[in-house]
């Protein structure tokens, strides 16, 4: 009889994950969510909340509100179903991955009536764009892990003991005294990432600004004599996080030309390097006038997670 479920056991363990293998690849673009039975479109305004530290407002997310299922939505990225009954005593979140596709992030909102929704959306919006958020940044994080430059990969490990995927679109190059930056090029949707360091005891976001004007001032000036990259100081914003245990500080803001009219969204992950005494940033940012900047920054953020510092006093 043990053996017998040992035996059920393994199937069901192989079965999930064939079935794992055997799912169609999700549809929907980046940051896309499909919302099925909003109440009083609660959910929708949740989500078109603006992002923080862009040029003009851009929502969140783009949503699509739908009023029943239909089958050919069962295949998008991020699905949000609402529902109402009494048989919930709370409202929550309830969510699922990989359901009928993959990548999938699949949420169900349940409350026992549109009220105590109501009431609880403070909350579950923040925990609905954070979950969101987290789904599609790791969905950019696995595609780079399987593509990105390997040549790149080996300058900044010998640059600065460090290592992160930059994108295979990312070609342009420039290397300066204790700094590399990567870019498309392009006139319009320019995207950016730059490595640099600096002596330091702690991370600080004062400091990094500061840091930051006088090695951007040296290294990418502009097309006349005078112009050249600063931090926009007012709207910086910052937060302490964790990846791997490691403490990072991230830092989103504004970037500018001085003497010039460029500009755009920043966002900078700084790790504090204990074997040398020194702060690493890998920073990300995006010229793209007259368009939108959502997707493509956020699409460098997830090269930003990927930064590793080697033997960082471990």
């Known amino acids: 009889m043990r053996n017998l479920c040992l035996l059920v056991l393994l199937f069901l363990l192989v079965s999930c994950s064939d079935r794992s293998h055997r799912l169609p690849r ?12 909003d109440c009083d479109s609660l959910v929708f305004h949740a989500l078109d909340t603006d ?35 009494p048989k919930y005593k709370k409202a929550q979140i309830i969510y ?8 999938q992030m699949l949420i169900n909102v349940v409350a026992p009536s549109a009220e105590t929704l109501r009431r609880a959306m403070p909350v579950i919006g923040t925990q609905l764009r954070s979950m969101l958020n987290r789904a599609e940044m790791n969905t950019a994080i696995t595609y780079l892990m399987a593509h990105h430059q390997d040549k790149a990969q080996k300058r900044i490990r010998q640059a600065f003991n460090a290592e992160i995927c930059i994108p ?3 070609t342009a190059s420039k290397q300066g005294d204790a700094f590399l930056w990567f870019s498309n090029q392009q006139a319009q949707g320019m995207q950016n990432i730059c490595l640099y360091q600096y002596p330091a005891q702690r991370l600080d976001m004062e400091e990094w600004t500061v840091k930051r004007d006088s090695i951007m001032k040296v290294n990418i000036p502009g097309e006349e004599q005078g112009m050249y990259m600063t931090t926009v100081r007012n709207g910086l914003s910052q937060e302490r996080i964790k990846v791997k245990d490691q403490e990072r500080l991230v830092l989103r803001g504004l970037w500018e030309m001085k003497n010039d009219m460029m500009g755009g969204p920043l966002v900078a992950h700084a790790v504090y390097d204990t074997a040398h005494a020194t702060v690493i940033v890998a920073e990300a940012f995006v010229f793209a006038p007259e368009s939108k900047k959502r997707n493509k920054i956020r699409q460098l953020e997830a090269a930003l997670y990927t930064l590793k510092i080697q033997n960082n006093g471990k």
Do not use: H
């Open 26 to 37: 999700s549809s929907g673009s980046p940051y896309y969510v499909i919302v099925e039975n």
């Open 51 to 85: 992002v923080a530290g862009l040029p003009q407002r851009e929502p969140s997310f783009d949503v699509f509100e739908i009023t029943d299922s239909f089958p050919e939505y069962t295949l998008c990225r991020s699905i949000v179903r609402v529902k109402i009954d």
């Open 96 to 103: 699922a991955k990989n359901v009928d596709a993959k990548p």
């Open 168 to 170: 295979e679109g990312l």
